[in-house]
């Protein structure tokens, strides 16, 4: 058996809501859960991967599976490029008095870390292993999984820990 993370996942949003309800307590169990797997895993990433929903969708680290592919239309960064740019940028997007010309230097920062985020500048940067066609998915999930022959169960029951609350 092996998990195929898909890593096309909206996240989870941080902020007064989410701490009143402790999602980002709820959601690190995905982490934890995800470290601790014993079978092989990969991730196609076939649209978005953005911030720790990605992370927890492969395995809790962007390192984790031994194989990483993108399908031409994936996007990946650190959060979504709209809210990037609301925070990396805000100071400089305030200091523009006009608001035609702000919307504008908004509009243009969000399309270079589109174009910074697009998989195939992600590959490039080695941080994914490949795009791949979507046509091809079938192929290249058989061949990164061909190389993994089930783990004796002594070294899996090594792996294992014990519950971890992550209260």
């Known amino acids: 058996m092996a998990v195929i993370g898909n ?10 809501d989410a701490e009143r309800t402790a999602i980002v307590r709820h959601f690190s ?39 990483t592919a993108a399908w031409p239309s994936g996007e990946l960064g650190g959060m979504g490029p709209e809210g990037a740019v609301r925070l990396c940028y805000r100071k400089e997007l305030a200091a523009v008095a006009d608001p035609a010309e702000r919307q504008r230097a908004f509009e243009a920062r969000v399309a270079e870390l589109y174009e910074h985020g697009k998989a ?35 070294e899996v029951a090594a792996k294992r820990r014990p519950f971890i609350d992550t209260w």
């Not at 929903?53 to 390192?63: C, E, K």
């Not at 994914?128 to 999984?145: E, F, K, Y």
């Open 120 to 154: 195939v500048n992600a590959a490039a940067a080695l941080e994914i292993g490949a795009v791949i066609d979507p046509a091809g998915m079938r192929s290249w999930v058989t061949a990164a999984l061909g190389g993994h022959a089930p783990r004796p169960f002594t």
């Open 29 to 67: 169990r995905l982490f934890v859960i995800g470290a601790d797997l014993t079978v092989p895993l990969v991730s196609v990433i076939p649209r978005k991967a953005y911030g720790l929903g990605t992370m927890a969708m492969r395995g809790g680290s962007t390192r984790a599976p031994p194989a």
């Open 7 to 16: 890593a096309s996942c909206p996240g989870f949003m941080v902020g007064p």
